[in-house]
């Protein structure tokens, strides 16, 4: 697709805008302007980058930036094609398919303009780690899997908290998304994994306590959550 420059929100250092297939154009069929979206995409986070390379190489920091290249397409409605990522990254495609042969076989659900289809569907790493985490996977275990630093695991962290937190008070879903900085799909994927996690025993001790820690202690606005009791009546609450 093609790289687009529109007005809006200005792009930060490192970012691109492209234009891509829309997440819910039917696989097939030539695309029109309807089943297309613009979305901005971090070609290079600085700092970040630099430590992987260092780390991982070059190969890694291409796999690590086909994962979030890929995650923020999706988080905007948007999928990429291995072209659109062979464009982007200034390799060939062959490189792309070669990374992404890669990325899966070290586990990874990588969502490119095909047909997508089975459990996992649109499914970020981001919601991933946030899983991995509440399993009590370290952080340089987590970051070394997905190419990324342990510091952007840290901010995957921090944000899941933070929209949790902004949800147990009533916060709407948009509000949420706007307060921090997220993605309407990430929020609701997130909070996904929020309701999930306090069904599960081990995840919801995980969570009581980071909720807690965060808010300063269970106190009053009962952030430290006790794990609830499945298959029992009314048992929900926000």
């Known amino acids: 697709m093609l790289l687009g420059h529109s007005s809006g929100t200005a792009l930060r250092p490192g970012q691109v805008r492209v234009i891509v297939a829309s997440f819910h154009a039917p696989f097939g069929p030539p695309l029109d302007d309807t089943d297309l979206v613009e979305v901005t995409l971090t070609l290079d986070a600085g700092a970040e980058d630099v ?42 495609t062959r490189t792309i398919r070669r990374d992404v042969r890669s990325l899966k076989a070290a586990g990874h659900l990588l969502h490119t ?24 996977e370290s952080y340089d275990r987590m970051a070394r899997w997905v190419h990324h ?54 995840r919801a001790q995980k969570l009581a306590e980071e909720l807690a820690r965060v808010s300063g202690g ?19 609450t926000r």
């Open 218 to 236: 269970s106190g009053s606005n009962g952030c430290a959550e006790k794990p609830q009791k499945q298959g029992k009546k009314g048992g929900q």
């Open 113 to 136: 303009r095909g047909p997508l289809k089975g459990v996992g569907r649109g499914q970020t790493h981001k919601v991933r780690i946030i899983a991995l985490w509440l399993d009590r």
């Open 149 to 202: 630093t342990p510091q952007a695991i840290q901010r995957y962290v921090d944000t899941f908290l933070r929209i949790v937190m902004l949800r147990r008070t009533g916060t709407p879903v948009e509000e949420i998304a706007f307060l921090t900085h997220s993605s309407v799909k990430l929020v609701n994927d997130y909070l996904a994994v929020y309701e999930a996690a306090r069904q599960q025993p081990a």
């Open 51 to 92: 430590a992987v390379r260092e780390r991982d190489g070059l190969a890694g920091l291409r796999r690590g930036r086909i994962l979030r290249l890929v995650d923020e397409a999706l988080e905007q409605g948007g999928v990429l094609t291995h072209e659109d990522l062979a464009k982007v990254l200034n390799v060939d």
